[in-house]
């Protein structure tokens, strides 16, 4: 197989291994860069197995990285949150990628209390569907070892409320009740759909002003916005884009992204119980670039 087929067959799925081990979008993509830039010099001829060697170059380089990013990781100011990754209303490979697999943003924030070994065996057995040797194999860990480490982050998954994705238009009426208390100022009706014990996370890095700590609590969640909406932080253009391949919110100033806004449902999938809110420039460069290159009908939905 030449070096362009075997580029263009794997580089999603290794993109959706990086962008769960990572939660960046932009490092996931380097480090796909970086994986076949290294491919060139081997004879891939005598790989038996091409998809399994790649997902194992691709795991190891993402729990090396995380490794030397741990420090920076103890660092960060606030609370750290997942890159949102846009996808398109066309059929962009590498947002089906994400769709097909089912993941949604509150899913991959789960992902990332793992630790990084933990997550490497979850997305490897659980996600990719590898058997417990290939994934043995893979992260040169014995069988039993990785049977006990998927048992111990199955645990911690479901003590996180583990959940599938749901459809695609179920934030729908959070999205339509957040752009009608932008434009009016009243956010009572868009709180009336999270649940009593909402939270609201919000990652600003220091970079932006922005809540260093969870906000517990739809009444307080209120009080938030409406005390950031009376000083103009909320103005602006606010789309509704496909985030993580559920509905979410946009604002953008200038063309480029200077809010992201993302929910998660309730099990009953009436409600919110979660919204995650990205501020830090460094993980909306992505999403203004992806703005730029784009007709905004192939990204915005309503």
Not at 46 to 55: A, C, D, M
Not at 82 to 94: C, G, K, V
């Amino acid at each position: 197989m030449d070096f362009e087929t075997i580029y263009r067959t794997y580089k999603h799925l290794l993109f959706s291994v990086g962008y769960r081990m990572l939660g960046s979008v932009s490092d996931a993509e380097d480090m796909v860069q970086d994986l076949f830039t290294s491919l060139k010099t081997l004879d891939t001829d005598n790989i038996s197995n091409l998809k399994s060697y790649l997902v194992k170059m691709m795991t190891n380089r993402c729990l090396n990285y995380l490794k030397s990013a741990s420090k920076q990781r103890e660092i960060y100011v606030g609370a750290w949150l997942p890159e949102p990754l846009i996808t398109t209303n066309d059929h962009d490979s590498m947002g089906q990628v994400v769709q097909d697999e089912t993941i949604s943003y509150a899913f991959l924030v789960l992902l990332q209390e793992l630790s990084s070994v933990e997550r490497a065996v979850f997305v490897l057995r659980e996600v990719l569907g590898y058997e417990y040797g290939e994934v043995a194999e893979m992260l040169n860990k014995t069988e039993i070892n990785c049977r006990k480490i998927y048992s111990r982050a199955k645990v911690k998954v479901n003590q996180g409320k583990e959940r599938n994705l749901g459809e695609l238009g179920e934030t729908e009426p959070l999205v339509k009740k957040f752009l009608h208390a932008v434009h009016t100022g009243n956010f009572k009706d868009f709180v009336s759909l999270l649940t009593d014990d909402a939270v609201l996370i919000s990652d600003g890095d220091g970079k932006r002003r922005t809540a260093l700590k969870t906000i517990f609590g739809k009444q307080r969640i209120l009080a938030l916005f409406e005390g950031i909406a009376a000083k103009g932080s909320l103005q602006g253009n606010w789309l509704p884009m496909l985030n993580n391949s559920q509905i979410g919110l946009v604002l953008v100033k200038d063309q480029i992204a200077d809010i992201v806004i993302c929910f998660d449902m309730d099990e009953n999938r009436l409600q919110a119980n979660q919204v995650f809110k990205m501020m830090n420039p460094d993980k909306l460069q992505h999403i203004s670039s992806v703005l730029g290159c784009h007709k905004s009908s192939d990204l915005f939905v309503l």
